[in-house]
């Protein structure tokens, strides 16, 4: 799977934070919900318009994100 096809970035919604399929439900929604417990069964019964492979794609998108970060240390 390819978080690219799901995941959508548009500057006029939701402040450019990452969306999935153009909805109004964040990456960080949905990684919040997993966050605080919640299963994927109680988030595709809470948001029917949400799919498995809808939130598979949010934890790879953080998975990628977080690949990619880089720190910066600084010694003072």
């Given at each position: 799977m390819?978080?690219?096809?799901?995941i959508t970035i548009e500057p006029d919604k939701r402040g450019s934070?990452?969306?999935?399929?153009?909805?109004?439900i964040t990456v960080?929604?949905?990684l919040?919900?997993?966050?605080?417990?919640?299963?994927?069964a109680e988030i595709l019964e809470d948001f029917?318009?949400?799919t498995e492979e809808?939130?598979?794609a949010c934890l790879e998108f953080a998975a990628d994100r977080e690949r990619?970060?880089?720190a910066v240390i600084t010694k003072e």
């Open positions: 390819s978080y690219q096809k799901i934070k990452p969306c999935i399929r153009r909805m109004r960080y929604d949905v919040g919900w997993l966050a605080a417990g919640m299963s994927f029917p318009e949400l809808d939130i598979k990619r970060s880089v």
